[in-house]
């Protein structure tokens, strides 16, 4: 099965943001989390910036990917009806469905 588990946050403000993300990483290497491995868990940088995430999340599209797991911790809200995540402590944010990865089944 080909999988990818990307984890980002915003910790600016928020303490619990890199030990939420920690934690998340330690339960998926767990045996109850899926035994995920170092190849399969990209633990993106705290002050990434919106270019750089789109990018990456546009290769990962490309992978044709089985499962995709994205854990964000942080703070979001919304704007015109559609939710956001500030990615970073310079206010940069990216929609709810940019982040989204595989499309389901009745997008296809």
Known sequence: ????????????????????????????????????IDDEILYLPFEITANELEEILFHI???????????????GGSRSQQTILEINSNGEFLLLTEVIIIETIADI
Do not use: T
Request: aromatic share 14%; with cysteine; net charge positive.
């Open 1 to 36: 099965m080909k999988k990818v588990a990307i984890i980002f946050g915003n910790n600016n403000g928020l303490p619990g943001v890199e030990k939420d993300c920690n934690r998340i990483e330690a339960f998926l290497r767990s045996p109850l989390g899926g035994c995920w």
């Open 61 to 75: 599209k490309q992978l044709n990917l089985d499962y995709a797991f994205v854990y964000f911790s942080g703070h």
